[in-house]
């Protein structure tokens, strides 16, 4: 056995002297209740730690708890020993060394080599010719660093045997990451042989889909029994929904779904009520057939061909990753590429992006010994953590370091190679954000914006304290929409995070060129020869900005001036602009046949951008504003009853839409009362009564009914309205205090949502002003008047505005023909030149195609 000093090349390891089998079974005696053998369910790591990128192959190797099967890097273990007081540890380490040269120089003939025991990934930057493996395995007990060589089994306890083997040949946490393995990691639908598909005509159009009860448009579900085009939970996606179509399942029973928008040529996104999970449809050709969507026909039109078989895509993949220039590779902090887990670029894009900006270096990266001191007992499952995992993985350069150089390498060699680890392989981040997203937690290619909007809500949901880094992003949008018949307005807001731009087809400045190139391509497919050089339309940026502003037609707009349905017009503005605006090219649809579609187009997208002409400017003089007149609700027979237990008790109110609107930033009880007022019919109508009624006096009052004694919601005011007869449990503010928030925050927090200790913390989150004015805590606490509470004028949604001057500094290109397949490269202007991150390659580059992107990050310039 040996002491510290062998483990982290300490003087005088070397000399230890090996301890009896006794000594061995009484030192681990003390230490046997934490060492436990590992059960079905239980996640084992061994290949990265919890807090860094740290694996058995780096220097230090890696440490995994005997108790809660955590792996921890060498910086990092000392962490978890002093918060657990878990005293044992396996510790991981793969060497490699230079084979041994036969008598004629070669090295000696390739054996099974019985040396490698650990899943892991070779270093593809070695000869595998050249170079040999031999992994290692030994126990450690702190706080004093005895190590015990595995394997071991004459002089260990029989569990510890046990314990040790069943953690070295336990599967990976990241099984559904697996490429090959995905698919069955999927149950099939008990419901998918026999599903019962009603005759009744329905045909389903490849676009302009909306929600058959709300007119939602997007996170929308196909019933794949009577057709039905509903809309999903707004915390199943991150895109958002009213949940139509779980109530759809409830009053029908019918329970498969497939979302609209994922289904391609090798299957879609379905998802059965009755098992509550995502699952597998073999038959989903036939019964999409039923509806008049047939995916064999898609197959056929496609070609049968990948994206990069067919040849006139072949220049968007070369010109978007610049394939043929000799790119010079970047190393150092903030050039750490990431390595793609088969269809993950699309998430690696969108993180390079992100962690770009200051905002979310600071929030995370700036923020690390705090966040990682106060994680939970298991930080794989901690949002913040994961992400401040991730960004200093980015942004440190311990993971992008340049090659040895070659007059170095045979001195390197002579003992022991070691590797330099480039990029970082983003296995536990994607498993926690992707979980329970039925989309994201596949290894199907995803849409980029999708997890874009999917990653600020996890933001949102998250946030550090006061501190929000996806404020950066957040704006309000004016919305005036005009009767056509009365010509009275009605202006409302809503919050966006990003900016949707239509591509302006009709204003392609080479018309002519592309009419010959679709002759020539015609004439070509029908006499077998090869296809002519690809010509793309040139759009002007200026046609798809005046195509954004133009006024748009309102499907079913209700007067409230005539109390009808009328024409009306809607035009969109900027009421804020944030400090950094997000642009998205619409470049995606569906054709009549339902083969996703690209505009494969070159867009002349300006590094400088103003949109100041696009600033909201409210009700204009001479203009009369629209009857503040709700329309009536059509409340289906089957649920009036239902309706009005609602209507009538309070208790019933929706959560999910109240949570989803404070998550917005409004108070609690108003929340409550525009979902109670608008019959629980879901979050979008519940936010247009807020805007409606929040410059009312009572805004944020408790819900009071006639007839029910006083609040209506079994929680507090977000003041404390109460009173101090409310006293929360003294333990559940003890776990709160606990985390590090003061003792009448939490108090505070509690007594606004019933002593619910998780809806107590994310109140505290959504009401940062009560931890910067701790003063005004203490008066409120102490007043028992509960008036002085409405006094306070409403907070809304946080925006950071400015001027509306924009400089271009990242943008994510995507090749292929749709966001379900392909790939995405992202391009991040650094130190005044711009880089290509494509996976895990990092490279300065040489002609960034700026006219060929899908989302487009740009940066305010003060003004």
Known sequence: MQRRGALFGMPGGSGSRKMAAGDIGELLVPHM???????????????????????????GGLYVCMNTFLAFGREHVERHFRKTGQSV??????????????ASGGALPKRRNSKIFLDLDTDDDLNSDDYEYEDEAKLVIFPDHYEIALPNIEELPALVTIACDAVLSSKSPYR???????????PVSKYANNLTQLDNGVRIP????????????????????????????????????????????????????VKLGTITPDGAD???????????????????????????????????????????????????????????PMYGPGYTGLKNLGNSCYLSSVMQAIFSIPEFQRAYVGNLPRIFDYSPLDPTQDFNTQMTKLGHGLLSGQYSKPPVKSELIEQVMKEEHKPQQNGISPRMFKAFVSKSHPEFSSNRQQDAQEFFLHLVNLVERNRIGSENPSDVFRFLVEERIQCC???????????????????????????????????????????????????????????????????????????????????????????????????????????????????????????LLDINHLRARGLQPGEEELPDISPPIVIPDDSKDRLMTQLIDPSDIDESSVMQLAEMGFPLE??????????????????????????????AEPLTM?????????????????????????????????????????????????????????????????????????????????????????????????????????FISHMGTSTMSGHYVCHIKKEGRWVIYNDHKVCASERPPKDLGYMYFYRRIPS
């Open 33 to 59: 209740p934490t060492i436990r053998v590992p059960r079905s369910g239980d996640r084992v790591y061994k290949n990265e730690c919890a807090f860094s990128y740290d694996s058995p192959n780096s220097e």
């Open 485 to 607: 018949q009365t010509r009275k307005v009605r202006y409302t807001e809503r919050v966006d995070y990003l900016m949707q731009l239509p591509v302006a087809m009709e204003a392609a400045t080479n018309k002519d060129e592309l009419i010959a190139y679709e002759l020539t391509r015609r004439e070509a497919e029908s006499n077998r020869r090869p296809l002519p050089e690809l010509v793309r339309a040139k759009i002007p940026f200026s046609a798809c900005l005046q195509a954004f502003s133009e006024p748009e037609n309102v499907d079913d707009f209700w007067s409230s001036a005539l109390q009808a349905k009328s024409a009306g017009v809607k035009t969109s503005r900027f009421a804020s602009f944030p400090e950094y605006l997000v642009v998205q090219i619409k470049k995606f649809t569906f054709g009549l046949d339902w083969v996703p579609k690209k505009f494969d187009v070159s867009i002349d997208m300006p590094d």
């Open 270 to 328: 379905v998802y059965s009520f009755q098992e509550e999970e995502a699952v597998l449809d073999p038959h989903l050709a036939k019964h999409l057939a039923h509806f008049g969507i047939d995916m064999l026909h898609m197959h056929g039109t496609e070609n049968g061909l990948q994206d990069n078989d067919i040849k006139p895509r072949v220049s968007e993949w070369e010109v978007i990753q610049e394939t043929g220039t000799k790119l010079k």
């Open 706 to 810: 006639p007839g029910y004694g006083g609040a209506a919601s079994a929680g507090a005011s977000v003041f404390g309205a109460t009173g101090l007869d409310n006293q929360p449990p003294e333990e559940t503010v003890a776990i709160i205090t606990s985390m590090g928030f003061h003792r009448n925050q939490a108090i505070q927090a509690l007594r606004a949502t019933n002593s619910n200790l998780e809806r107590a913390l994310d109140w505290i989150f959504s009401h940062p002003e009560f931890e910067e004015d701790s003063d005004f805590v203490i008066e409120m606490e102490n007043n028992a008047n509960a008036n002085i509470a409405s006094e306070a004028k409403p907070e809304g949604p946080r925006v950071k505005d400015g001027s509306g001057m924009y400089e271009l500094f990242a």
């Open 176 to 186: 559904k990451q697996d490429p090959d393995t995905w698919e069955n990691e999927l």
């Open 206 to 257: 490849p676009s302009g889909w909306k929600c058959a009860r709300c007119d939602l448009r997007e996170n929308l579900w196909l019933n794949l029994t009577d057709g039905s085009v509903l809309c999903g939970k707004w915390f199943f996606d991150s895109s958002g929904g009213n949940g139509h179509a779980l109530e759809h399942y409830r009053d029908t029973g019918y329970p498969l779904a």
């Open 89 to 102: 540890y396996m510790h991981l380490k793969r060497h490699v060394r230079e084979k041994v040269r036969g």
């Open 670 to 699: 108003a929340c409550r009362k525009a979902v109670y007022f608008t019959g629980n019919m879901g979050a979008e109508v519940a936010f247009n009564w807020i805007v409606v009624h929040m410059e009312e006096p009572d805004f």
